[in-house]
């Protein structure tokens, strides 16, 4: 599987984007899914994830500015991101999650090339 996380771009501070990630596939709606990021220097994070029945679960970072929703009908994930800080430049990536939401699990397969998001100050 091959999955295309799109919608990255430039933002200055307190502006917004919306990342959308395809999973092509009948799995989708089968498994939770997230969104990661990787700055510079630093290793992949966990962002925000959605199981399968809607429940989400964000890091402390980025709650009350980012939303993650899903459509299965899509097969699409998507993340909406609100009041950009420049820390949350870096790329992008969406992939599979345990049910729990804790880590990352490999039911869509490899990582996918992700999507730039640069905030500006």
């Known amino acids: 599987v091959q999955l295309q996380a799109s919608g990255g771009g430039l933002a200055q501070a307190g502006g917004s984007l919306r990342l959308s990630c395809v999973v092509p596939g009948i799995t989708f709606s089968l498994n939770p899914i997230g969104w990661f990021r990787q700055a510079p220097g630093k290793q992949r994070e966990f962002v925000a994830g959605i199981t399968t029945e809607g429940s989400t679960r964000y890091v402390d970072s980025v709650k009350g500015r980012f939303t993650i929703s899903r459509d299965n009908a899509r097969n699409t994930a998507y993340l909406q991101m609100n009041s950009l800080k420049p820390t949350d430049t870096a790329v992008y990536y969406c992939?599979?999650?345990?049910?729990?939401?804790?880590?990352?699990?490999?039911?869509?397969?490899?990582w996918g090339q992700g999507t730039q998001v640069t905030v500006s100050s």
């Open positions: 992939n599979g999650m345990d049910r729990s939401l804790s880590y990352y699990y490999p039911a869509f397969g490899s």
